[in-house]
Structure formats: C-alpha cells, structure tokens
C-alpha cells in the first residue's frame, strides 16, 4: 500500500486533532487533513496499520500508548529554525536587558528559550553573552525545553549544517568546530545550556522550570487556539520575576490574549515586560 493512500475520515481527523492538541496545544484547523496525513502515514504504516481509526485506538488503549504520543508529538510539531534568527531580540537582551538586571543588583539570571527546537536560539543567547562578557558579570543560566524529544536530543549534541547559518557574521564561526560538513558547537557555549523536555501549555512546566527573569518564545503561539494562549501566557507571567521580559515572534501579539504585560518599544522589535 502505498503511503499516500491512507487518508483521514472527518471523524478521524476531529478525534485525532482532539488527542494532539490535549497533549501539546497545537490546533489544526479543519483545512490541514491532508497535513496529518502526510506525517503519519509512514507511522501507520510502520505500526502495520491501514486506517487511522485503528492508529486513534492505538493511541488511547495500547499499553505503549504513551510512549506512541511522545512519537506523535514529535512528528506533527514543526521547527523551523536558524541561528540568530529575529536578531533584534538576542541584541536587546545583550545591550539593554541583562545590563540593566545586572545594574539593578541581579547576581543570578534565568533566561528561558520555550520553545527550543534544535537549539539554534539558546545556543545564539549564549554565544552573544559570552561575546559580550556578560558571563563574568553575573551568573546567567539558559534553560532550553521543547515538547519534542527527538529536537531536544538534536539540541543537546550540538551539531549543524549549513542550512542553520543565514547570513550570520564571520566572528560568529569561531564558536564552532568543524568536521567535513558538520558544525560541533563548542563546549565553552555548550556548559552555558541546560536542556529539558517539557510542554509550556501545561501548570506542570512552572515546577520544571521554576522562576526566570527572561522568556523566548517565538513564532509558536500562532500554533494554538485562544484558550492554548492564554494557558501558555499565564504560565509565562506566573513565572517571571519582576520585572519580568517576554519575547514573541516579530507576527504575535498579546492583543486580546492578556492584559498582565505592557508593550516596549525596544528600537527595531517589541519586548512584553510583566505588569507589576
């Protein structure tokens, strides 16, 4: 059988789409059947099952039913992501936001990339702190977590290709070792990264994570539906010290969302700084 030929029924797909998005907060929309397909064919067919409805049993009585969810996390959530990306952000943090901690009496920060898909974002936080100096200013923690495992295992080893780097500037390379057509991140920026597993829609991610002073969390909630939001929002703001920074994706907004944080302007991109 062919992969391409098994399809979703109307019925699979809400019930399907009702698992993912209890256990991530991802929304699919009616109009992205086709996309479940495409992904999990291969599953299905690796699991040696022809329909989708037998998948959706699979997935709420198997006794690896567990185990089976993690694996459609993983191959439904999309990361799409490079080194340096939005740069705007990464620079005020250096420039503005951790000085000012800092100035302010700060001896210890926290700074959270949620989520971290292959760890391009933490990675480019530390490489720009430790290139500032701010290391040996105070002591700055990274915390990196995605929902995907299989991205966080990717993270941890720190190993790229080309496609990672987009236009980033020479002196940024000396970061990395390279060996044929792989880029090793090198272990003096590595130490400064402490990765995890953990999905930011959930309570549960406040005692993962624990109280931080800065939260990345770019170009994901456009993945989830209101409710998805606000949860992931009040989680945010619950966990951050004040003042507290939060950073979208250049296309997201707090707009109708919360009221718990006030816009900055912070010269070519936007900060949300929790309300006190």
Not at 152 to 174: H, I, N, T, W
Request: with cysteine; proline share 2%; aromatic share 10%.
């Amino acid at each position: 059988m062919l992969l391409s030929s098994i399809k979703i029924n109307d019925q699979e797909f809400v019930e399907l789409k009702d698992v993912i998005y209890r256990n991530s907060g991802i929304m699919f929309a009616e109009n992205k059947k086709y996309l479940l397909e495409n992904r999990l064919s291969k599953r299905l067919a690796d699991l040696n099952f022809t329909t989708f409805k037998d998948y959706i049993y699979y997935l709420k009585y198997d006794i690896k039913k567990r185990q089976e969810l993690d694996t459609l996390i993983n191959l439904v959530t999309i990361n799409e992501t490079y080194f340096l990306r939005e740069r705007g952000q990464l620079d005020y943090l250096v420039s503005n936001i951790v000085p000012d901690l800092i100035k302010a009496g700060k001896k210890s920060i926290k700074i959270w990339s949620a989520p971290c898909s292959t760890g391009e974002e933490p990675y480019s936080i530390a490489i720009l702190l430790k290139n500032a100096g701010l290391f040996d200013k105070a002591s700055i923690d990274i915390i990196a977590t995605d929902i995907n495992s299989e991205v966080v295992a990717l993270a941890k080893k720190g190993e790229y290709r080309q496609a990672s780097f987009r236009g980033v500037p020479a002196d940024f390379m000396r970061n990395f070792d390279v060996q044929g057509q792989s880029y090793f991140i090198k272990d003096e920026i590595k130490r400064h990264v402490r990765f995890n597993t953990g999905n930011i829609t959930t309570p549960t991610i406040t005692s993962l994570i624990g109280k931080v002073d800065v939260i990345f969390c770019r170009n994901v909630l456009i993945y989830f539906d209101m409710d998805g939001k606000q949860r992931t929002i009040k989680n945010f703001h619950n966990m951050l010290t004040e003042p507290g920074y939060l950073c979208l994706g250049h296309s997201e907004t707090l707009n109708k969302i919360s009221e718990d944080f006030t816009m900055k302007n912070a010269g070519t991109c936007i900060i949300y700084m929790k309300k006190k």
